[in-house]
């Protein structure tokens, strides 16, 4: 059973910064895609960033580009979000996402989706 968590959400400032880390377990993820959505109440979730199995093919949402960097680990089958110069409308609960598929990541209705974690961010 495929199993993903996320931490190292929390509260910042504006214009500070966290770290957020997924591990996922449960099978082999070669070749799997893997990356952050977020959401926040009464609103569609959203893609934040992505990455391929060989880090080859990174994607980022546009609100987010040059702010956060998504890395991953294979060996320890993780995938990091490090989020700097953090803005207000940043501030939602942020989702892991593992999926076979890099060009169909940002389709909700598959992989395999972590619990979330909360990140909020003060003005």
């Known amino acids: 059973q495929v199993q993903l968590v996320e931490s190292g959400g929390g509260l910042a400032q504006a214009g500070g910064s966290l770290r957020l880390s997924c591990a996922a377990s449960g099978r082999t993820f070669e070749s799997y895609t893997m990356g952050w959505f977020r959401q926040t109440p009464g609103k569609e979730r959203e893609f934040v960033a992505s990455?391929?199995?060989?880090?080859?093919?990174?994607s980022y949402a546009e609100p987010v580009k040059g702010r956060f960097t998504i890395s991953r680990d294979n060996a320890r089958n993780t995938v990091d979000l490090q989020m700097n110069s953090l803005k207000p409308e940043d501030t939602a609960v942020y989702y892991c996402k593992v999926q076979l598929s890099f060009t169909a990541f940002l389709r909700l209705n598959m992989g395999f989706w972590g619990q979330g974690t909360q990140v909020t961010v003060s003005s």
């Open positions: 990455i391929d199995w060989g880090g080859d093919m990174i």
